[in-house]
């Protein structure tokens, strides 16, 4: 294996205490690597003035070359006597993006409540579950590794939410990046002719339905480049997501008080780009 930086990071912890690798499931020190190459090697390291792993004032995130276990000391003379480790991390590999089962990426066991640390698994392709009640016995935590990217085709609608409004188009163009309940969405649309449509309007074909929240808690998107537009100079556009839809209505600031919704008549054949997030 190559030496791949640790999956997982220690947060800060006061200067002096030091860290340590076993090979998995053992007690036989490994040492760790401070980047991808192996040149520089440690059999321990201990945590600078700023918390933080360092190798001669050097702050560095340790890299590893197999599956290993992780123990946090109190000094050095104890990380040197492998005793009275404040935690123990087993069963830990270096990430590989690639592997998409749902193997159990850590067990983890520690008496430091206090900080946040738990006897349970992080475990992959699960919903979050935690149970926390600082008795010192077995606690759960389960992580999701939902994320997924992908492509969606932005169109304009109004009111009656249809695409059949004889809508015609010269670009439509979207993104979406989604990470557990976030979704990041970019696009641009430019219609030729908006058909029938009247009123109020609507980006709609998002990739994912909304969160059914708040309405103006959700997200909204950013119309950060456009042009022809029927609008008075110095008035902008953006959108808002609608809670448990897949569309964002549009708004235009034309107002002392705030925005009203853009009509037909004012993006008349104009074109959009935007960008934003939201919940699912």
Do not use: C
């Not at 270096?94 to 992080?122: C, E, F, M, Q, R």
């Not at 537009?229 to 708004?251: E, F, K, P, R």
């Amino acid at each position: 294996m190559a030496w791949l930086a640790v999956g997982f990071i220690p947060p800060p912890y006061t200067s002096g205490y030091v860290l340590k690798f076993y090979q998995d499931g053992t007690s036989t020190p490994t040492n760790m690597a401070t980047d991808n190459t192996g040149a520089t090697q440690l059999a321990s390291v201990a945590y600078d003035s700023n918390g933080t792993p360092s190798n001669g004032g050097s702050p560095f995130i340790p890299h590893i070359d197999q599956a290993f276990k992780m123990s946090l000391y109190p000094d050095q003379a104890s990380a040197d006597a492998n005793s009275g480790a404040v935690w123990t991390i087993d069963n830990l590999s270096p990430p590989d993006l690639t592997d998409t089962d749902t193997d159990i990426l850590a067990t983890v066991s520690s008496n430091d409540t206090t900080a946040g640390y738990l006897n349970g698994k992080l475990v992959a392709g699960a919903d979050i579950a935690f149970t926390e009640n600082n008795d010192g016995g077995n606690e759960t935590l389960t992580v999701a590794l939902d994320s997924s990217e992908g492509t969606w085709t932005p169109t304009i609608q109004d009111n009656s939410f249809s695409d059949a409004e004889g809508q015609l188009y010269s670009s439509q163009v979207g993104h979406y990046t989604k990470i557990g309940r976030m979704v990041f969405i970019s696009g641009l649309v430019d219609p030729t002719s908006l058909g029938t449509l009247s009123g109020a309007l609507y980006i709609a074909g998002l990739p994912f339905t909304s969160a059914n929240e708040v309405v103006g808690s959700i997200g909204g998107l950013n119309v950060y480049y456009g042009g022809g537009l029927v609008v008075t100079s110095g008035q902008s556009v953006d959108a808002m997501i609608v809670s448990n839809a897949t569309y964002a209505a549009l708004y235009l600031w034309d107002s002392a008080g705030g925005q009203t919704s853009l009509q037909n008549t004012e993006l008349a054949t104009g074109f959009l780009g935007f960008s934003g997030h939201y919940f699912v």
